[in-house]
T-cell receptor, first 114, second 114 residues
Framework: DAMVIQNPRYQVTQFGKPVTLSCSQT?????MYWYQQKSSQAPKLLFH???????NEADTPDNFQSRRPNTSFCFLDIRSPGLGDAAMYLC?????????????FGPGTRLTVL | AQKVTQAQTEISVVEKEDVTLDCVYE???????LFWYKQPPSGELVFLIR??????QNEISGRYSWNFQKSTSSFNFTITASQVVDSAVYFC???????????FGKGTRLHILP
């Protein structure tokens, strides 16, 4: 009974070829987050949506975009992937902002850039 | 500024031994939240516990226990009678009530040897 679902689990793309990662949730949570996690590092927050309000981290490259068409779905678009964008991408949700609620993570999508 | 330090990069213990993972945090807020997450080799981040700054009561859940001490700004995690399935990277994290972000430590990679 997965609550935060990420598809695909593994994604291979070519250098410069746009790629979209998908996240869906069955929890009806207000907040959805996208994190990038490189090997042996902690997850790094890219951005989050509180309902339809988008909040971008200051150091997130413009190459990364996100869409949230409805409560359940959130997409991460990488417009021109570089080799340095190869990483695990984690989606998370919380009922409210983290200061008052817990984030629950999906299984992640491991992105390979050739 | 908030900061989470997990000084132990990697730990190896033999199955059935007890092991403690250390976490030290820094924050200027009086209201904050501490978390532990487990990341097995499959990649998903599994929520283990959330503790708020006003609740210093230690918690036990099966073989897992947590020791929260505000006096030393520590939130340590102990696994009793470790099992091979406990092998994972464990992240300690902090969120301040004044912020909507969760700051992760760098993680401790735990190897349970059969």
């Amino acid at each position: 009974d997965a609550m935060v679902i990420q598809n695909p689990r593994y994604q291979v793309t070519q250098f410069g070829k746009p790629v979209t990662l998908s996240c869906s949730q069955t929890l009806n949570h207000n907040v959805m987050y996208w994190y990038q996690q490189k090997s042996s590092q902690a997850p790094k927050l890219l951005f989050h949506y509180y309902d339809k309000d988008f909040n971008n981290e200051a150091d997130t490259p413009d190459n990364f975009q996100s869409r949230r068409p409805n409560t359940s779905f959130c997409f991460l678009d990488i417009r021109s992937p570089g080799l340095g964008d190869a990483a695990m991408y984690l989606c998370a949700t919380s009922r409210d902002l983290t200061s008052t609620d817990t984030q629950y993570f999906g299984p992640g999508t491991r992105l390979t850039v050739l | 500024a908030q900061k989470v330090t997990q000084a132990q990069t990697e730990i190896s213990v033999v199955e059935k031994e007890d092991v403690t993972l250390d976490c030290v945090y820094e924050t200027r807020d009086t209201t904050y939240y501490l978390f532990w997450y487990k990341q097995p080799p499959s990649g998903e981040l599994v929520f283990l516990i959330r503790r708020n700054s006003f609740d210093e009561q230690n918690e036990i859940s099966g073989r897992y226990s947590w020791n929260f001490q505000k006096s030393t700004s520590s939130f340590n995690f102990t696994i009793t009678a470790s099992q091979v399935v406990d092998s994972a990277v464990y992240f300690c994290a902090l969120s301040e009530a004044s912020d909507d972000k969760i700051i992760f430590g760098k993680g401790t990679r735990l190897h349970i040897l059969p």
